[in-house]
């Protein structure tokens, strides 16, 4: 879990900092905006990956415990809630910045415009920003719900 709040840190600043080289036109690392865009991008995409399967994981953790336990499934329920709220929020996300950086070759290529392309980004900016927001509170929530789950468990390890 850790990995993935420092690949959202990293993948933060290096999509502000593609923003803003699309803006500015500046190089960086002797890189163009097209190249760095890339990058963030490849690292955005698998630090977005990696969150997704960090909650699958926990997920399926959580419910094989909840079997072995013996324990009602009330508990799996809040897990299923946490993955259909950040899910759809984080492929749709992943979408509209792909998007976004496919759009610049097309801008380049003359296929389309800046004005789309840099519209689709910033959109695509603003819900990242939104996402991460919901990814903190997915995290949240699955700790609660392992905490809930040791403690379930504490309980009946002293019942028996």
């Not at 993935?4 to 500046?26: N, R």
């Not at 009602?72 to 979408?95: A, C, D, Q, R």
């Amino acid at each position: 879990m850790i990995i993935c709040y420092f690949l959202m840190l990293v993948s933060f600043v290096l999509m502000t900092i593609t923003g803003l080289q699309g803006l500015l036109q500046f190089t960086l690392f002797s890189t163009t905006y097209q190249q760095f865009a890339l990058f963030a991008t490849i690292l955005y995409m698998f630090s977005q990956t990696l969150i997704m399967f960090y909650f699958i994981g926990s997920g399926t953790a959580i419910k094989k415990e909840i079997n072995n336990s013996d324990i009602g499934m009330s508990i799996y329920e809040k897990v299923k809630k946490t993955k259909m709220i950040l899910f759809p929020h984080l492929t749709l996300n992943m979408l509209i910045m792909g998007i976004a950086v496919i759009l610049i070759g097309a801008v380049d290529t003359g296929a389309s415009t800046n004005y789309i392309q840099s519209t689709t980004f910033i959109l695509g900016y603003f819900h990242f920003l939104y996402t991460i927001k919901v990814q903190h509170v997915g995290f949240k929530e699955n700790i609660d719900v392992i905490i809930e789950l040791a403690e379930v468990n504490k309980v009946s390890t002293l019942a028996n």
